[in-house]
């Protein structure tokens, strides 16, 4: 009963900036952490960005000073800012969520349905 949606994908310059959102919805007891994963073609997934609910959060070396996560737990939405990017940025992006559906379970992987960015040279 957990659904990651998300938004904010898109075509831009290389240089140019997205903002991507995803907001859950559903039952769930918490929400320890949230993320971006992205996958290119012929790839694995791979984990962009992610913060937890305290705020801690941990970068992929190649977007590190480029992008920003954040989050706003009242409203179980996290947030990606990407700003200078690059055709190498080409990718879904996913939404992650690790939840604890009560307090009995162990922390579950949700994802979103991915959305499209594309940079262009």
């Known amino acids: 009963q957990v659904q990651l949606v998300e938004s904010g994908g898109g075509l831009v310059q290389a240089g140019g900036s997205l903002r991507l959102s995803c907001a859950a919805s559903?039952?769930?007891?918490?929400?320890?952490?949230m993320g971006w994963y992205r996958q290119a073609p012929g790839k694995q997934r791979e984990l962009a960005a992610a913060?937890?609910?305290?705020?801690?959060?941990n970068y992929d070396d190649s977007v590190k000073g480029r992008f920003t996560v954040s989050r706003d737990n009242a409203k179980n939405t996290v947030y990606l800012q990407m700003n200078s990017l690059k055709p190498e940025d080409t990718a879904v992006y996913y939404c992650?969520?690790?939840?604890?559906?009560?307090?009995?379970?162990?922390?579950?992987?949700?994802w979103g349905q991915g959305t499209q960015v594309t940079v262009s040279s």
């Open positions: 992650n969520a690790k939840i604890l559906r009560d307090i009995y379970s162990d922390l579950n992987d949700y």
């Open positions: 559903g039952s769930w007891f918490s929400i320890n952490v």
């Open positions: 913060i937890t609910t305290g705020g801690d959060t």
